[in-house]
T-cell receptor, first 116, second 110 residues
Framework: GAVVSQHPSRVICKSGTSVKIECRSL??????MFWYRQFPKKSLMLMATSNEGSKATYEQGVEKDKFLINHASLTLSTLTVTSAHPEDSSFYIC????????????FGPGTRLLVL | GQSLEQPSEVTAVEGAIVQINCTYQ??????LSWYQQHDGGAPTFLSY????GLEETGRFSSFLSRSDSYGYLLLQELQMKDSASYFCAVRIGGYNKLIFGAGTRLAVHP
């Protein structure tokens, strides 16, 4: 099946630093990827839609200057949490939409971010 | 706005059958998906319904009624490993993004 990887799986950082999270589709091309945020025992909240070669589309209430998204190739999207603060601590999950079967999204394993 | 409603918790015993309902109010509906997520893990795709009716995949079945804005996930022959959270998600227009429900925590007991 389709595989999506995320790196790093866990990260602890100090308040005020920036953290970059990578999302890769390993065996398929994904023009479109999505970034979600999930709090413990809560639902997945869509943050933004990432499209290769163009600007990301952010959901209402998500600060685009805070959460920078770059989709530089058909297999890689990155999310950078800038000037992280403790309230940014969360589980960040990406998904990739297979260009061959656009009704299906494959999820990465997630990145747990803890900001001290 | 977009909203999806599903029960927060369901409890069942091994071998039983469980139905998790999902009602939705969204714009630009393309289909209803179901995902399973174990604690600390990533969501795993279970099923997708774009048209009315029942889709069966092994022990899991999913149903959709577009006129009622309603769907359900049916889990049969429950096993302990089925204990997880189950999310319904509506696929909406644009880039076919998914809007998720709050999730149903299923606890399977011996």
């Amino acid at each position: 099946g389709a595989v999506v990887s995320q790196h790093p799986s866990r990260v602890i950082c100090k308040s005020g630093t920036s953290v970059k999270i990578e999302c890769r589709s390993l065996d398929f091309q994904a023009t479109t990827m999505f970034w979600y945020r999930q709090f413990p025992k809560k639902s997945l909240m869509l943050m933004a839609t990432s499209n290769e070669g163009s600007k990301a589309t952010y959901e209402q209430g998500v600060e685009k200057d805070k959460f920078l998204i770059n989709h530089a190739s058909l297999t890689l999207s990155t999310l950078t949490v800038t000037s992280a603060h403790p309230e940014d601590s969360s589980f960040y999950i990406c998904s990739a939409r297979d260009d061959r079967a656009t009704e299906t999204q494959y999820f990465g394993p997630g990145t747990r971010l803890l900001v001290l | 706005g977009q909203s999806l409603e599903q029960p927060s918790e369901v409890t069942a015993v091994e071998g039983a059958i469980v139905q998790i309902n999902c009602t939705y109010q969204t714009s630009g509906f393309y289909g209803l998906s179901w995902y399973q997520q174990h604690d600390g893990g990533a969501p795993t795709f279970l099923s997708y319904n774009a048209l009315d009716g029942l889709e069966e995949t092994g022990r899991f079945s999913s149903f959709l009624s577009r006129s009622d804005s309603y769907g359900y996930l049916l889990l049969q022959e429950l096993q302990m490993k089925d204990s997880a959270s189950y999310f319904c998600a509506v696929r909406i227009g644009g880039y076919n993004k998914l809007i998720f429900g709050a999730g149903t925590r299923l606890a399977v007991h011996p």
